[in-house]
């Protein structure tokens, strides 16, 4: 049951293509957006989507396929944990966010096809 104490899994579409960086001791990070969509039904019967937006941050191998692989649009599934940090902004205000951690990364959607 420990593996279950921070466990998050989605599937979405990229928001923007993956940010990758290097960082000082040489490590990649890969940063990118994900939504979800959730649909339901109304009051009166209408269908009704919400969308989600995630902050996702991928490291080392998998941000080398988020790299790789990873376009705005794709369908993904994600699996990984959820991160809270915090950052003094260039202002001095304290900001709080709230990332998903990715451990595994699968590719759903296939090419779409030319218009």
């Known amino acids: 049951m420990y593996a279950l104490k921070n466990k998050v899994q989605l599937i979405g579409n990229l928001g923007n293509a993956p940010e990758v960086k290097n960082t000082e001791n040489g490590k990649k990070l890969a940063r990118f957006s994900m939504a979800t ?3 339901y039904r109304g009051r ?5 989507t919400e969308t989600t937006w995630h902050n996702v941050v991928a490291w080392g191998k998998v941000a080398d396929i988020a790299e790789k692989f990873l376009t705005k649009g794709k369908e993904i599934a994600i699996e990984g944990k959820l991160i809270n940090r915090s950052y003094t902004d260039k202002d001095g205000i304290k900001r709080y966010v709230t990332e998903i951690q ?3 990364l699968l590719l759903i959607g296939g090419e779409k096809p030319a218009a």
């Open 102 to 104: 990715v451990n595994e």
């Open 44 to 48: 009166t019967g209408e269908k009704i």
């Open 37 to 39: 969509n959730e649909t």
